[in-house]
Structures are given as structure tokens and as C-alpha cells.
């Protein structure tokens, strides 16, 4: 089985340094959603979640969002879950 959801948080929030509540929540939220999806064999584990909090970071340095976070944080999910699911 899987970690509960705030035990996943404060994972992704230790991994990856993250004081972005809100940015964890969501990694969190996004990736438990895949392993219920109807139309996924297999979802994330916290890896994915991990993986796209510290991306939709990244993603915020580069500065080309222009304060878009639901884009930033879709293109950070679809690279970081797209080979995990």
C-alpha cells in the first residue's frame, strides 16, 4: 500500500526542500490521483509526486510562466508521471 496523503506530503516536502505548501498539496493530490484513475493500469507512487514538485520549482525559476501555475503545474506533472503511469 501507499502512505497516507499527508505522510506522501511531508515526503515530497522533505525530498525536495519545498516550503511551498500549496505546490506539495497539489504534487500530492495529482499523483494519488493516477493510481485511482479508471483509464491507468498503474499509478505514481510518491516518486512522481516528488519528482514533479521539485520540476514545477524549477519551472517557476525559469520565469516564463508569467505567474500561470495551473499551466506550470500540468507541464511539470506531464513530464515528471508521464513514464511513471
Known amino acids: 500500500g501507499y ?5 506522501e506530503a511531508d515526503i515530497v516536502a522533505v525530498r525536495t526542500g ?3 505548501d500549496e505546490l506539495v498539496a497539489d504534487a500530492v ?3 494519488r490521483a493516477t493510481r485511482a484513475h479508471p483509464d491507468l493500469r ?3 507512487s510518491v516518486r512522481g509526486a ?3 514538485a521539485a520540476i514545477a520549482a524549477e519551472l517557476e525559476h ?3 510562466y508569467d505567474g500561470d501555475r495551473p499551466r506550470r ?3 511539470a ?4 508521471l508521464s513514464a511513471r503511469v
Do not use: H, Y
Open 3 to 7: 502512505q497516507d496523503a499527508a505522510e
Open 18 to 20: 519545498s516550503v511551498d
Open 29 to 31: 493530490a495529482l499523483t
Open 42 to 44: 498503474r499509478g505514481s
Open 50 to 52: 516528488i519528482d514533479l
Open 62 to 64: 525559469l520565469g516564463s
Open 73 to 75: 503545474i500540468l507541464d
Open 77 to 80: 506533472a506531464l513530464l515528471a
